[in-house]
């Protein structure tokens, strides 16, 4: 049995979580600095640093009370090394280092992209490999393939505005706040999804995406339709949005004979988004996954189990291993 304290702060959360074997939660804390960047609309990255700083010693306080545990139980500690903000990397870096030291267990440092891919596992250990993950946050939507642990082929990535960078600015325009995902997610139960003809670009063309023009035909609808309803136009643009997410997520999955789609990143805590994409796997007969929202945004325990499955391969990182704003997955050619 191993017991991994996992840490993450790669953007605006403060996360502390216990995980035993990489599928049990003991605990799963998580501090959002939402109010402190709201009025700016937007993250501020050195108010996100500050507040790692003062948040993180008591969210793993927090975390290992949940759990029930103490410095003798933890086996192994991991940290979020990249991509992300740089002074926010680097407080639950060096606070994993310092316990690592500390504490005398190993330290492992965890690519932020591949903890979200791993989010899935921990609810749905048994699912089946190769699967389609879309991976759809603030800073990346990328269709992946994983073929088996450690395995990772890029299928298809947005060419300019991530899906979550597109939801956060429409909303913006619209007046709506930040974060602007889920505003508009809740705005558009109460508007008609079909009232705009929003197209994405590239919707036909190949995996890649490409969501700046998007907001481009948002602004300008507006602009020349001033009394539409704020309601009509986030549920179209999100209807939009979703489409073509989950089109190119069916054709990925034909392409790759995948056994599943799985969903990951803080858009896929989207209702429509989560509703089709079980729609398309119903119709393509094949495992539709949907990790649970917390799970989907920005957590440690997908960090915890990603450091499990991780040191099995390649056993723990070096004490000196920096964090890396522009990490990468190591993907695969084919
Ligand atoms: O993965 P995440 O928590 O942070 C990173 O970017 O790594 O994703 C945050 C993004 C934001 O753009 C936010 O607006 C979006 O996820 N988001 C949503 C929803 N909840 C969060 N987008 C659409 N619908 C939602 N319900
Ligand atoms: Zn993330």
């Known amino acids: 049995m191993t017991t991994v304290l996992g840490i993450e702060t790669s953007c605006d959360e403060t996360a502390a979580a216990i995980v035993v074997d990489g599928r049990d939660v003991l605990a799963n804390v998580v501090s959002s600095q939402i109010d ?41 500690i991991a940290a979020t090394h990249g991509p992300g903000l740089i002074g926010s990397l680097l407080i639950g870096v060096s606070a994993a280092k310092a316990l690592s030291l500390g504490w005398n267990v190993p330290f492992i440092g965890i690519n932020h992209h591949e903890a979200h891919l791993y989010a899935a596992l921990i609810e749905e250990p048994e699912l089946e490999f190769p699967l389609v993950v879309m991976l759809v946050s603030g800073g990346h939507t990328m269709l992946i393939e994983f073929q088996d642990h450690g395995r990772y082929r890029l299928l298809g990535a947005t060419l300019d505005d991530a899906a979550g960078e597109a939801f956060d ?40 995406f490409s969501f700046s023009g998007l907001k481009t035909a948002v602004v300008n609808y507006v602009r020349q339709h001033p009394d539409v309803e704020t309601a009509d ?25 995948a056994t599943g789609i799985c969903l990951a990143g803080g858009v896929a805590a989207n209702s429509e988004l989560r509703e089709k994409t079980l729609d398309i796997c119903v119709e393509e007969g094949i495992q539709g996954f949907l990790p649970s929202r917390a799970m989907c945004t920005d957590n440690a325990a997908m960090v915890a189990a990603t450091a499990w499955w991780r040191m099995r391969s390649e056993g723990p990182s070096p004490l000196d291993l920096g964090a890396d704003p522009n990490l990468r997955l190591p993907f695969i050619d084919s």
Do not use: C, W
């Not at 937007?42 to 029930?68: D, N, Y």
């Open 36 to 76: 402190l960047h709201a009025r700016y609309g937007g993250v501020v990255p050195e108010i996100a640093g500050r507040a790692h700083e003062s948040l993180l010693t008591p969210v793993v306080a927090e975390a290992m009370v949940e759990a029930g545990v103490t410095d003798h139980d933890i086996d192994l």
């Open 169 to 208: 600015k429409v909303a913006r325009y619209l007046g709506l706040g930040y974060p602007g995902g889920p505003a508009i997610d809740q705005l558009s139960q109460q508007g008609n999804p079909q009232a705009i003809k929003f197209t994405p670009p590239m919707r036909n063309d190949g995996l890649n």
């Open 233 to 257: 136009v986030a549920a179209s643009f999100q209807a939009a949005v979703v489409d073509v997410l989950t089109h190119k997520a069916r054709r990925a999955a034909q392409e790759i004979g």
